[in-house]
């Protein structure tokens, strides 16, 4: 009898701590918070649709005095678990924006002034490293480097590296 009572408090035993490291949640919505070329903070929102994959799209926007634009960026990744709560992730994606650009100099001389726009298109690869709290809470570091298509003006290089911290809220 005290071994049937010891094996159910075993499997129990197991099944729970199995339970408590699934710790990636169906949803998570935050900010991922980097360089990406001007843009600075972005809306990010993932979504787990298998066992190790997910989703994430990431929403960022510029308005200063100069420069408006925005950039939507969609990543399919890849996740493995390193040991509770800690996770690496990899994945590519592509994404699209535009941009305005206008320099007034107000000194009277419209030679000097600058005025342009456009649109964007670029390919995306992504690896990080995340920790998912008990806590309904996951931060993590990234670098995403995008490779631009069509960007004369926005970035003279065509390649635009990113490193970026997020932090989101699960459910």
Do not use: H
């Not at 710790?23 to 990010?44: H, P, T």
């Not at 964007?120 to 995008?146: H, T, V």
């Amino acid at each position: 009898m005290k071994k049937v009572i010891l094996s159910i408090c075993l499997l129990l035993g197991v099944t729970v701590s199995v339970e408590a490291q699934e710790v990636v949640s169906k949803n998570a919505i935050g900010l991922r918070l980097g360089d990406n070329d001007g843009f600075g903070g972005e809306v990010s929102y993932q979504r787990k649709i298998f066992t190790n994959n997910r989703l994430e799209f990431d929403l960022g926007w510029r308005n200063s005095n100069n420069v408006d634009a925005v950039k939507l960026a969609g990543l399919y990744q890849w996740y493995w678990n390193i040991d509770r709560g800690f996770y690496w992730y990899a994945g590519v994606g592509a994404g699209v924006g535009s941009w305005r650009y206008d320099y007034n100099r107000n000194d009277n001389n419209p030679n000097n002034d600058f005025n342009d726009n456009g649109a964007i298109l670029f390919a995306a690869g992504d690896i990080g490293i995340e920790y998912n709290f008990k806590i309904p809470i996951q931060i993590a570091l990234d670098f995403r480097p995008e490779i631009y298509f069509n960007s004369d003006d926005y970035r003279e290089e065509n390649f635009g590296p990113d490193v970026a911290l997020s932090v989101r809220y699960k459910f």
